[in-house]
């Protein structure tokens, strides 16, 4: 992964966990809207929970890798924020960056 996508991707997910509200659903639909300029339908918002669910899960078992993931890049991760989640977030809105819709404007 591109250093400077993954740090993108950490600092969208920084603004949805500090501006999103305080469910995970909030927070992906913030970050989604952002990138999208549009809401998420409740297929897109379903699919973006599973996948942060399943992350997360990931990196609570594997808190290391979590904190990997979150020093890549100039700069620092907030640390405040509670590592995996915030890695679970960063994974989410990397694939949401690279989805076609993102890269293409229509």
Known sequence: NDPTFVEASRVLAQRMIREGGDTPDARLALGFRLLFGRHAQPKELAVLR????????????DEA???S?????????DPKLNAPELAAFTVVASTMINLDEFVTKE
């Open 69 to 77: 993931l979150l020093g890549v890049g100039a700069t620092p991760a």
């Open 50 to 61: 599973a996948a942060y669910d399943r992350t997360l899960a990931d990196f609570v078992k």
């Open 65 to 67: 890798s979590a904190k």
